[in-house]
């Protein structure tokens, strides 16, 4: 599901750090606190119309401009949601002896990461 709060935090992140600015720094000049702007960044939070306005205010990035990006992020989201339903879903493959198979991908692409604290088995 694509969730409009998160794709309008990404390009909020994004205007304020091409500026090169910290959230200190904008949310002091839009006068909203600090946590709240950051969860509003992260997509945590539904942002008001008011509160869109004085951070687009804070940036010097009209509304407009802001919601026209946005839109862009959205409708690329959206083709590519509409592309992923379509393929077909992989088969589970599982494991054998320590190699590892997914469906559709060659051998040389598949990355395996151990999560941290995993321990290292090696058959004698």
């Known amino acids: 599901m694509i969730l409009l709060r ?23 000049s839009a006068r909203v606190s ?34 026209r990006e946005v839109s862009d992020e959205l409708a690329l989201a959206e083709l590519a949601q509409s592309a992923t339903a379509t393929e077909p879903v992989p088969t589970p493959v599982r494991p054998v002896l320590g190699s590892v198979s997914v469906a559709g991908v060659p051998p040389e692409r598949v990355t395996i990461k151990a999560p941290a604290g995993a321990v290292d088995v090696v058959a004698a």
């Open 34 to 67: 600090l946590g709240y702007l950051s969860e509003v960044e992260r997509g945590q939070k539904e942002a008001s119309s008011e509160l869109l306005s004085a951070i687009c205010d804070a940036l010097d990035v009209r509304m407009s401009e802001l919601m």
């Open 6 to 28: 998160r794709l309008l935090g990404d390009v909020l992140r994004r205007q304020r750090q091409r500026q090169g600015r910290t959230l200190r720094e904008v949310s002091s």
